[in-house]
Protein backbone atom coordinates (compact mmCIF):
# COMPACT_ATOMS: atom_id res chain seq x y z
CA UNK A 1 0.00 0.00 0.00
CA UNK A 2 2.73 2.36 0.91
CA UNK A 3 4.67 2.16 -2.63
CA UNK A 4 0.90 2.76 -4.17
CA UNK A 5 0.73 5.95 -2.58
CA UNK A 6 4.00 7.10 -3.12
CA UNK A 7 3.73 6.16 -6.91
CA UNK A 8 0.56 8.28 -6.47
CA UNK A 9 2.32 11.17 -5.23
CA UNK A 10 5.24 11.26 -7.70
CA UNK A 11 2.66 10.59 -10.50
CA UNK A 12 0.59 13.77 -9.38
CA UNK A 13 3.83 15.51 -8.88
CA UNK A 14 5.02 14.96 -12.43
CA UNK A 15 1.48 15.93 -13.74
CA UNK A 16 1.30 19.42 -11.69
CA UNK A 17 4.76 20.38 -12.81
CA UNK A 18 4.31 19.78 -16.39
CA UNK A 19 0.75 21.97 -16.21
CA UNK A 20 2.56 24.62 -14.06
CA UNK A 21 5.56 24.64 -17.12
CA UNK A 22 3.08 24.65 -19.99
CA UNK A 23 1.45 27.62 -18.00
CA UNK A 24 4.12 30.14 -18.21
CA UNK A 25 4.96 29.42 -21.42
CA UNK A 26 1.68 31.41 -22.05
CA UNK A 27 2.57 34.55 -20.54
CA UNK A 28 1.19 37.73 -21.45
CA UNK A 29 2.79 40.99 -22.34
CA UNK A 30 2.37 44.26 -21.20
CA UNK A 31 2.74 47.67 -23.28
CA UNK A 32 4.31 50.03 -20.73
CA UNK A 33 4.78 53.65 -20.95
CA UNK A 34 6.82 56.81 -19.53
CA UNK A 35 5.41 59.78 -20.53
CA UNK A 36 7.43 63.34 -19.63
CA UNK A 37 6.88 66.26 -20.95
CA UNK A 38 9.43 69.82 -21.52
CA UNK A 39 9.45 71.57 -18.15
CA UNK A 40 7.61 69.09 -15.93
CA UNK A 41 8.54 66.38 -13.77
CA UNK A 42 8.20 62.92 -15.40
CA UNK A 43 5.43 60.64 -15.02
CA UNK A 44 6.28 57.30 -13.18
CA UNK A 45 6.08 54.64 -15.61
CA UNK A 46 2.30 52.80 -16.26
CA UNK A 47 0.94 50.09 -17.44
CA UNK A 48 -1.07 50.95 -20.99
CA UNK A 49 -1.82 47.58 -22.65
CA UNK A 50 -1.83 43.83 -22.24
CA UNK A 51 -1.51 41.66 -25.44
CA UNK A 52 -0.95 37.68 -25.61
CA UNK A 53 2.21 38.07 -27.66
CA UNK A 54 5.36 40.28 -27.96
CA UNK A 55 4.83 40.36 -31.30
CA UNK A 56 1.31 42.16 -30.89
CA UNK A 57 2.52 44.15 -28.24
CA UNK A 58 5.38 45.81 -30.24
CA UNK A 59 2.46 45.85 -33.29
CA UNK A 60 0.73 48.10 -30.69
CA UNK A 61 3.44 50.51 -30.11
CA UNK A 62 3.42 51.05 -33.53
CA UNK A 63 -0.08 51.55 -34.14
CA UNK A 64 0.23 53.97 -31.28
CA UNK A 65 2.95 55.95 -33.49
CA UNK A 66 0.84 56.22 -36.34
CA UNK A 67 -1.90 57.14 -34.31
CA UNK A 68 0.42 60.20 -33.20
CA UNK A 69 1.62 61.24 -36.49
CA UNK A 70 -1.97 60.95 -37.93
CA UNK A 71 -3.31 63.31 -35.00
CA UNK A 72 -0.60 66.06 -35.88
CA UNK A 73 -0.49 66.06 -39.30
CA UNK A 74 -4.57 67.13 -39.31
CA UNK A 75 -3.62 69.67 -36.47
CA UNK A 76 0.31 70.57 -37.70
CA UNK A 77 0.82 71.48 -33.91
CA UNK A 78 3.75 69.09 -33.93
CA UNK A 79 6.20 66.97 -36.00
CA UNK A 80 6.70 62.94 -34.25
CA UNK A 81 9.94 61.45 -34.58
CA UNK A 82 11.00 58.03 -33.60
CA UNK A 83 13.99 56.48 -31.74
CA UNK A 84 14.45 53.05 -30.93
CA UNK A 85 11.90 52.89 -28.32
CA UNK A 86 10.90 56.37 -27.57
CA UNK A 87 8.02 58.34 -29.70
CA UNK A 88 8.79 62.28 -29.70
CA UNK A 89 6.18 65.08 -30.72
CA UNK A 90 8.76 67.91 -31.81
CA UNK A 91 7.85 71.86 -32.48
CA UNK A 92 10.46 73.74 -33.50
CA UNK A 93 12.67 70.60 -33.94
CA UNK A 94 12.89 70.28 -30.34
CA UNK A 95 10.91 67.06 -28.51
CA UNK A 96 7.81 69.05 -26.07
CA UNK A 97 6.51 65.86 -25.25
CA UNK A 98 8.24 62.31 -25.02
CA UNK A 99 6.35 58.80 -24.47
CA UNK A 100 8.77 55.99 -23.73
CA UNK A 101 7.39 52.45 -24.90
CA UNK A 102 8.30 48.91 -23.65
CA UNK A 103 6.87 45.54 -23.89
CA UNK A 104 7.37 43.48 -21.04
CA UNK A 105 6.17 39.69 -19.92
CA UNK A 106 3.48 40.21 -17.68
CA UNK A 107 5.87 38.83 -14.75
CA UNK A 108 8.27 41.65 -15.38
CA UNK A 109 7.32 45.21 -13.47
CA UNK A 110 9.68 48.20 -14.32
CA UNK A 111 8.86 50.30 -11.44
CA UNK A 112 10.99 47.88 -9.50
CA UNK A 113 9.39 45.58 -6.41
CA UNK A 114 6.55 47.08 -4.02
CA UNK A 115 7.58 47.78 -0.63
CA UNK A 116 7.23 45.65 2.03
CA UNK A 117 4.67 48.59 4.03
CA UNK A 118 6.20 48.01 6.90
Not at 3 to 30: N, Y
Not at 47 to 62: F, M, R, S, V
Request: positive net charge.
Amino acid sequence: MTRRCWRIFLGTLVGLLMLASSASAECAWVLWIKYSERGRADEPQRPLLAYQTKEECEKGIDERVLAAAERSSRTNDYAVARTADTVHLLRGGLPVISSRYACLPDTMDPRGPKGSGR
